[in-house]
């Protein structure tokens, strides 16, 4: 398994994960998953030992020395490997190395407990985005 920064040659890759896990399993609407926003994004792209995507996620540097992590996206017969860790590893990384002091996102609510177990803090109330309940989220980088 590699996890790897990418350019935005391979967002095809990235937003064939992205169409499985959120327009096909979750019931996003397209035009809702694909926002416009992609080139402005560094992309992480996980691929499996023959080369396949399997995971992605992207990130956006926002005012303030912010980070704003989006797009986690896991194909389901890899959940639970560890995946989702190594991405969201490669964009904390990314972010440290920018000099950001901040990292947000919006959690669905089922997968709240994966990111306060890597320091993430909820805060606000619970909303919905694409029909699907979210909380806002922040993990506070260390200098």
Do not use: N, W
């Not at 391979?10 to 327009?23: Q, S």
């Not at 998953?33 to 992480?44: I, M």
């Not at 619970?126 to 989220?137: L, T, V």
């Amino acid at each position: 398994m590699e996890v790897r920064l990418v350019g935005l040659d391979a967002l095809p890759a990235c937003l064939a994960v992205r169409h499985t896990v959120f327009i096909e399993e979750q019931q996003v609407p397209p035009d809702l998953e694909v926002d416009g926003l992609d080139p402005e994004a560094l992309h992480v792209l996980a691929t499996d030992d023959a080369g396949r995507p399997v995971g992605t996620a992207r990130m956006r540097v926002l005012p303030g020395a912010r980070a704003k992590v989006e797009r986690v996206a896991v194909l389901a017969e890899q959940r639970g490997a560890g995946l989702g860790a190594r991405l969201m590893d490669a964009l904390e990384a990314e972010a440290r190395r920018q000099g950001l002091r901040h990292v947000d996102l919006s959690a669905q609510v089922p997968v709240l407990g994966f990111y306060a177990a890597r320091g993430y803090v909820a805060h606000g109330p619970e909303f919905m985005d694409a029909g699907i309940p979210h909380r806002k989220m922040t993990l506070e980088l260390a200098p």
